[in-house]
């Protein structure tokens, strides 16, 4: 019978197999082995900066966030898959080709829609070829107050600051934070679509889609 040994952080683990002994402690130890301390025994801190030690750290935009509006928007009601778009984008975690470059040997950081570089703001606010989504969108869902400028509305997005908001009169039953999200959604889920299915990017299709939303949200909020 051979009896081979196997290593674990426990200790050695026998199985009796057929006959003599093969030993595979060493070949383990040096294989799970990092920097003198076991893969196995790593928490979930180490073993990210053990696979990320070669590629470079995401910076995250230094926010200030109001206590009392960060209070309200966890209070807000939206999907699971929106609030978690929303925390991503906060802590600039949302996969945009700047994020990825270096993680993914992308061959550049460009956008294909433009050709500037796909940062986070400019995925999803500032690209010049969507700014038609948004004045569409705001044309219908808010008042106008000043002209619309996307780089304002990243910032106010990223300090969730909607003071300057003000939703059009309506039948329908939603909060400034469930406006936006809708758009920001709608955006993400049309350049996934493009990305993974091969979907155009139509324009006047995410603004549909955006305004589907809303009216969803609107029928749960209704529910209540």
């Known amino acids: ?7 674990s952080p426990a200790g050695p683990i026998s199985r ?24 196995l025994t790593m928490n979930n801190s180490q073993l990210r900066d053990m696979y990320m030690k070669d590629h470079p750290k995401i910076s995250r935009p230094q926010v200030d966030i109001v206590k009392l509006t960060m209070t309200s928007f966890l209070r807000t009601q939206m999907p699971s898959a929106a609030r978690n778009l929303w925390f991503r984008l906060i802590h600039n ?14 061959p550049d950081e460009m956008c294909i829609f433009c050709g500037m570089r796909e940062t986070t703001s400019h995925m999803l606010f500032t690209c010049p070829t969507h700014f038609e989504i948004w004045r569409n969108y705001f044309s219908l869902v808010f008042i106008p107050t000043e002209p619309l400028e ?15 908001y003000r939703l059009l009169d309506s039948p329908l039953r939603v909060s400034v934070f469930e406006a936006i ?14 990305h993974f ?8 299709s995410v603004v549909d889609r955006a305004m589907i939303n809303l009216r969803h949200i609107s029928a749960l909020n209704f529910c209540k």
Not at 93 to 106: G, M, P, Q, Y
Not at 150 to 164: A, C, I, Q, R, S
Not at 183 to 191: E, G, Y
């Open 93 to 106: 975690k949302v996969s945009s080709k700047a994020n990825l470059a270096h993680i993914l040997r992308l």
């Open 1 to 7: 019978m051979i009896n081979v040994s196997l290593s």
């Open 150 to 164: 996307m780089g304002k509305v990243y910032e106010d997005v990223m300090t969730l600051n909607f003071t300057n």
């Open 16 to 39: 009796t197999d057929f006959s003599d002994c093969v030993d595979f402690s060493p070949y383990l130890c040096h294989k799970l082995n990092y920097q003198g301390s076991m893969v």
């Open 197 to 204: 299915d091969l979907v155009d990017f139509d324009n006047q």
């Open 181 to 194: 999200t809708c758009v920001i959604t709608a955006i993400w889920r049309a350049k996934w679509r493009n």
